[in-house]
């Protein structure tokens, strides 16, 4: 049996990021939970981060995500990569099962448990079941209208990636840095 918290959408556009997570939890084929918010901010809203995993794993990382950044003032990419060292060396935290996706208004990554720090060149991240389509319309919609804010982008490609993905739904949470 597996419990699954699905879908997250983050992109910087236009000076802003913004982020989206359904709230759909499932645990195996059954939906448990509608209204999850899997989506935190960070160093005085300056932060977004989501994750895609095991829930307590992932309220975990969060924790320690923030103690990076306070130990480094900020600094995401160094935050970044120091909780990927970590993750991945030690052995209790090896065995958290989640992953996240972090952004400030300048960068934005994925992290995961194997070392992972990921920072795309389209300024898209995508995690979780439903991920895949929320980025292909993610990126549709930056090349099809640019003029679109990056809350608008992530509200309308998750709602494209619910319509696809049963294990993703329309109860989307979105928090933008502007």
């Known amino acids: 049996m597996q419990t699954r918290s699905t879908t997250i959408l983050g992109l910087i556009h236009k000076g802003q990021a913004a982020m989206a997570g359904d709230g759909q939890v499932t645990f195996d084929d059954t ?11 960070m160093s005085d809203d300056k932060i977004l981060a989501g994750f895609a995993g095991t829930a307590a794993d992932a309220l975990a ?5 923030e103690k990076k950044i306070d130990e480094y003032t ?5 935050a970044a990569v120091e909780l990927a060292k970590e993750w991945r060396t030690d052995k209790m ?14 960068h934005i990554f994925l992290l995961s448990g194997t070392g992972d720090v990921i920072e795309p060149d389209d300024g898209i991240i995508s995690i979780g079941s439903g991920g895949p389509f929320a980025l292909a319309a993610a990126r549709a919609f930056m090349k099809a209208n640019p003029k679109m804010t990056a809350e608008k982008i992530v509200r309308q490609a998750m709602e494209i990636a619910a319509d ?5 739904n329309h109860n989307i949470t979105v928090e933008a840095i502007k």
Request: aromatic share 4%; charged share 25%; with cysteine.
């Open 31 to 41: 939906v448990l939970k509608n209204n999850a918010v899997k989506i935190r901010t």
């Open 74 to 78: 900020g600094n995401l990419p160094k």
């Open 93 to 106: 935290l090896q065995k958290l099962e989640a992953v996240i996706a972090v952004t400030d208004k300048e």
């Open 61 to 65: 990382l969060y924790e320690l995500l």
């Open 164 to 168: 696809i993905c049963i294990y993703t």
